[in-house]
């Protein structure tokens, strides 16, 4: 066999080659779609045509997966320069040095852009929860279960789950307090199935839900970082009433201050990700489980960080079936019957209140770089720092309320926007 054939050297200069061609390939791609997609969002704003904001909407995942590549080759190319062309490198670092480093110092306009998509985020949360009250909050009673959820858990840290089942349990007894009106008799909403079918419906999916996750469990222990996160995400597919919003703040509550998996800001910046791509509820999770079993799990590192991700995945995404194929037979006479329907009125009334306390949590570690929880007996006050607010942030926000409720520019061109706002403040 020739020596040159297993050469390390060699081996590590083709890899050098491989990523310095993606690096090449890849930002000049992404360079050229970011014009492209704001011209696309740009048309839509103007014309209002759908066609444009599909199209927009299909070249920004592009965008994304080649962004995130050339950033990822990007980062290990200067040390490859210094490990595989040493003499090179040392006779050259007066000029590759400055322009490497100016390639460095770009990634900070890339933060600077992404404080915009966090100003933006907030506005956007607020959009949502604003929506959600003028379609929820209807009754007195409803404007009262909203104050009581917020309450709950932005003073008092009462857990999601339970805010949910008391706010489900006042609904239900509103709604039996009510007049009775007339339902379809048993008969008319009879399911299509047996019941002896729809309970092997359950047990299957049951076992293809939790069967995995026990096997993690029982490898790794009970108290290792990957079965925290199986617990912790099936629980979060129990009761995810009320949408994204609603079971963000949930797990930001959970992930941030219960386990510790994350700092404020980094589920901040899991946030903001999130919103600028499709699917944010679960690209936060897969965000969260990665974090939190890369930094526990132990070595390798890498490995454990994509175990995470898997088991988040899984635990998120599997009980859906067996919502579905369980209760797809009897979907028409839970929704005929008031009580239930009062029930549910009832969650979402507070589930207005539960986007609240995400809203100004949000805001909060956003404006300010200072935010601090104090326990008075089972009252948290949440102090924030005036000397720490952010200014910028502040007039960001300001900006994407603008475009995104007074404009109706759109969720994805307010954020596009406002991030282009927050990378020209940085020139300044």
């Not at 704003?45 to 962004?67: E, Q």
Request: proline share 4%.
């Amino acid at each position: 066999m020739n020596e040159m054939d297993l050469d390390p050297l060699l081996l590590s200069r083709l890899q050098f080659v491989w990523v310095i061609a993606w690096h090449i390939l890849l930002p000049a791609l992404t360079v050229g779609l970011a014009s492209y997609i704001a011209v696309l969002e740009g048309v839509h704003f103007v014309t209002g045509r759908d066609v444009y904001l599909r199209a927009s909407t299909f070249w920004i995942k592009i965008f994304s997966v080649s962004f995130g590549m050339g950033v990822v080759s990007g980062i290990v190319m200067p040390f490859q320069f210094g490990t595989n062309w040493s003499r090179f490198s040392d006779v050259t670092a007066n000029i590759i040095s400055p322009l490497l480093a100016y390639e460095g110092l770009t990634a900070f306009f890339l933060e600077a852009a992404f404080l915009g998509v966090k100003a933006a985020v907030l506005v956007i949360v607020i959009e949502a929860l604003l929506k959600l009250a003028r379609r929820a909050l209807l009754r007195p009673h409803a404007w009262a279960i909203a104050a009581a959820a917020f309450a709950a858990i932005f003073f008092f840290a009462v857990p999601f789950p339970l805010i949910i089942a008391a706010a489900a349990a006042l609904g239900f007894l509103v709604a039996q307090a009510q007049p009775a009106a007339k339902e379809s008799t048993a008969a008319e909403l009879a399911p299509s199935v047996p019941l002896i079918r729809s309970l092997g419906t359950i047990c299957l999916w049951l076992a293809i839900w939790i069967a995995p996750l026990l096997m993690t469990a029982l490898l790794f222990g009970r108290h290792h970082v990957t079965t925290d996160i199986a617990l912790f995400f099936s629980k979060l597919a129990v009761v995810t009433f009320g949408g994204a919003y609603a079971v963000l703040a949930y797990m930001a509550q959970q992930a941030v201050e219960t386990y510790g998996w994350l700092k404020p800001g980094e589920m901040l910046d899991g946030l903001g990700l999130a919103e600028t791509t499709p699917g944010p509820l679960i690209l936060v999770t897969e965000f969260v489980g990665f974090i939190a079993a890369y930094r526990q799990g132990g070595e390798p590192k890498i490995a454990f960080g994509l175990l995470g991700a898997a088991i988040t995945l899984w635990a998120t995404f599997a009980p859906c079936f067996l919502w579905i194929f369980a209760g797809a037979p009897y979907i028409e006479r839970l929704s005929a019957s008031p009580k239930l329907a009062g029930a549910l009125g009832g969650v979402t009334a507070a589930v207005v209140g539960v986007i609240l306390n995400l809203s100004l949590w949000f805001g909060l570690n956003v404006l300010f770089g200072r935010v601090e929880a104090e326990w008075h007996g089972p009252l948290r006050i949440w102090n924030a720092d005036i000397a720490s607010l952010n200014v910028e942030a502040l007039l960001l926000a300001l900006f994407a309320a603008a475009l995104l409720l007074w404009l109706r520019a759109g969720i994805a061109g307010t954020l596009a926007l406002t991030a282009g706002a927050a990378l020209a403040w940085s020139f300044v």
